[in-house]
DNA sequence: GTTCCGCATGAATCGATAG
DNA sequence: ACTATCGATTCATGCGGAA
């Protein structure tokens, strides 16, 4: 197989999903809108609705993912009259009665979150990365996501400022960055579960909200080469377009159409399969 | 004053809470054992119990607390059967419908947390901070904790001499850049909900978990010099010898005879009131 | 080509004011 | 009284043009 199939829908991924067969996705990538932000995009759903308005969804992505699968969802809770509202963890709760596992609760931190000040609290600088499972064998390849400890952490060091040197005196403990292949050859170390990266900004096409680096880490992880990587909230595609260039194959949702075409434009032709509405484009 | 009290108690914590006077204490930071772990030192509260042995303890808390305080509560929860256990998040539900407010969730990076290998999640390096209020108009004394600015500010603020750039008028905010003039001369900023320290490395004659420098960021933050703070499952101590040095007055708890002692020794002598069993020792 | 440096922008939240 | 809108506040990053 020269290159892998990226497939996009436009469309309401609850429906969507419904047409995806058993058991047939290693990876589910994707961060929701959170409750009650984008208002405008994705009809700003409260918080106090969140958690039945995701179950459906959830439900499906249980019968679709592989045995062996995984599912990472990128969240986190919104401030509701001066508290962390609770639909981010009521969520866990509900999911594992539906039959998930929640294996795992990944951290990251965000080294460049949105500026901000308040009488009450500091900048909100983390996000969470819940892991769920279908079952307690699934694939993890942890030697794809080992970490150099020559090049990189000496590189992170020679960079750090006298005052970064004060803020975090012995360093940062877990970490990484886009070019692997650099890193052949240098002692490596197995990452934690807390992962240092700045959101991406100021990219005119685009504005991603979380860095390619992220869904990166996790389908090096979860998955190899020709497996199947969902995001059913694709956004402008970041997840898609990384999992193309990492060969594998990807579906990506977007009910909204401006996303749609932004993600269109930013995954390689070849390929590509496009679903928007009732017809079927294929581009090859 | 010359210095702080420092009151140590020998004994249960869900009895001798109720001694406390109500609306009473300022800050409660403490570490209480985690489900099943320390299992010789607490008896093994099993994770599927958790939640009802803490209640009862919460409950008391949340009388004793002024209403300007705070609770600030270190916990993570331990993987039972390959899943992330859910009694911290149930905790959380259930300590708001005693009437905590649930404020904030810190997190604690644990830059050097211990090594290991499993063959299916990485190194655990971090811990929950949850922040509970007693009401929305809480003590926070922010700048007692600002950081150095980031080394970007060396460069971005060298010149200013032009007008104030305004931002995007597309964007309805009123512009960071407008006021980039407040920033000549700057060099602390707040710091955000993550926190980089180290675990305690020292292998001392205690179980101390976690280091000086985390009670230390809390009682700056949310006490002034003479308030009360409280450290119900006080172990070693490590909280009331910190809050002792900052010149807060503290009680400790502690129902292993063998922490107890330690903490004893820990503390400055000044000022130290034991009560251990039904005696009561005053040292002046 | 390489380094430097100006600059736009981002999953934000609170309190006051207006409807 | 209760909800909606708006102004104020604040860092760090990566891009791209300039040196």
Redesign the pocket.
Known sequence: MAGASTQLFLGDCKEITKSIEDNSIDLVFT????AD??KDSYGGIHPDDYVEWFLPLSKELLRILKPTGTFVL???E??VE?ERHTYVIELILKMREQGWLWTEEFIWHK??S????????FR?SW?RLLQFNKSKKFNMHQEEVMVPIGSWAENRLKKLSKTDKVRDPSKVGSGFGKNVSNWIGRDKVYPTNVLHM???????NH?A?FPEALPEWFIKLFTREGDWVLDPFMGSGTTNKVAQEMRRNSIGIEILPEYFDVAKERVHKEQLVLFEGRERYEID
Chains 1, 2 share one sequence.
């Open positions: 961060s929701p809108p959170y932000s984008r990128n969240i986190k919104r401030v001066s080294k460049n949105h500026p901000g000040k308040w009488p009450n609290r909100d996000e700045a959101t991406e900004t100021g990219n005119k504005s909200v």
